[in-house]
C-alpha cells in the first residue's frame, strides 16, 4: 500500500528566511504527486503537482518543489517566506491508473511565520 | 463564482441525530469526492463518484450515505451521528476520473456532543 511521509509536524520560519518542507512516499512505481495548503479555517488550495518531466515544478505563491525519485522524496520549497504562507501543507500521492483517483494525503506541515 | 461550494460551513448535533452535507461544484466536472479531516489534521478519503456512480467506498461505515443526484451534486447523508463523527468533512471534484487534479470545497466542520 502506498503511504505518505511528512516528518515534519511544525516548522517555524523568519518572514522573508526560506523555507523546506519534507515529503516521503512508500510507493513501487513513479506516482501523481501534489502539494495542498490549508489556510486556517479554509479548504485545500493546490500549490502545484507533478506528473512527469522536469523534476522541479514551479507552483503558485512562489513555491517550487523537487521530484527525487532515489530518494522518494518531494520536497516543497520557497526562497523567501511571506506572514501569508502561515498555513498547513500537505503533501499527497496518487497511483497511477488507481480507481476512483484517489488521494493518499500525509499528516501536514503546520508552518508559523514570525515577523 | 465558487467552484465547490459546500452547505453548511458549521454543523453542531446531538448523538443519533441523523445530519446532511450538501456539495455542489459549478465546474462541469465528472468525478466528486468526499474526504474526512480528523482532529489531527489527518485527512482520508471516503468516497467517489463519478457521473453519479459511486466508485470508491473506503470502508466507510454505512450509517455515511452519499447521494448523487446529477453530476454537479454529492451529498453527504450521516445517520445516527456518533462521538468519533465529529470531523471536518471535505468535497472535491476533478474533471475526470482518471488523472486529474481535485478542486477541494472549503469545509464543514461537523461538531457531534
Known amino acids: 500500500a502506498q503511504s505518505v511521509t511528512q516528518p515534519d509536524i511544525h516548522i517555524t520560519v523568519s518572514e522573508g528566511a526560506s523555507l523546506e518542507l519534507r515529503c516521503n512516499y512508500s510507493y513501487g512505481a513513479t506516482p501523481y504527486l501534489f502539494w495542498y495548503v490549508q489556510s486556517p479555517g479554509q479548504g485545500l488550495q493546490l500549490l502545484l503537482k507533478y506528473f512527469s518531466g522536469d523534476t522541479l515544478v514551479q507552483g503558485i505563491k512562489g513555491f517550487e518543489a523537487e521530484f527525487k525519485r532515489s530518494q522518494s522524496s518531494f520536497n516543497l520549497r520557497k526562497p523567501s517566506v511571506h506572514w501569508s504562507d502561515a498555513a498547513e501543507y500537505f503533501c499527497?500521492?496518487?497511483?497511477?491508473?488507481?480507481?476512483?483517483?484517489?488521494?493518499?494525503f500525509g499528516g501536514g506541515t503546520r508552518v508559523l511565520v514570525k515577523p | 463564482d465558487t467552484a465547490v461550494s459546500q452547505t453548511p460551513k458549521y454543523l453542531v448535533t446531538q448523538m443519533g441525530n441523523d445530519k446532511s452535507i450538501k456539495c455542489e461544484q459549478n465546474l462541469g466536472h465528472d468525478t466528486m469526492y468526499w474526504y474526512k479531516q480528523d482532529s489531527k489534521k489527518f485527512l482520508k478519503i471516503m468516497f467517489s463518484?463519478?457521473?453519479?456512480?459511486?466508485?470508491i467506498n473506503e470502508t466507510v461505515p454505512n450509517r455515511f450515505s452519499p447521494k448523487s443526484p446529477d453530476k454537479a451534486h454529492l451529498n453527504l447523508h450521516i445517520n445516527s451521528l456518533e462521538l468519533g463523527d465529529s470531523a471536518v468533512y471535505f468535497c472535491?471534484?476533478?474533471?475526470?476520473?482518471?488523472?486529474?487534479?481535485?478542486?477541494f470545497g472549503p469545509g464543514t466542520r461537523l461538531t457531534v456532543l
Open positions: 463518484y463519478n457521473n453519479k456512480e459511486l466508485i
Open positions: 499527497a500521492v496518487r497511483k497511477d491508473g488507481a480507481a476512483g483517483n484517489k488521494l493518499t
Open positions: 472535491a471534484s476533478s474533471p475526470r476520473l482518471a488523472t486529474d487534479t481535485q478542486y
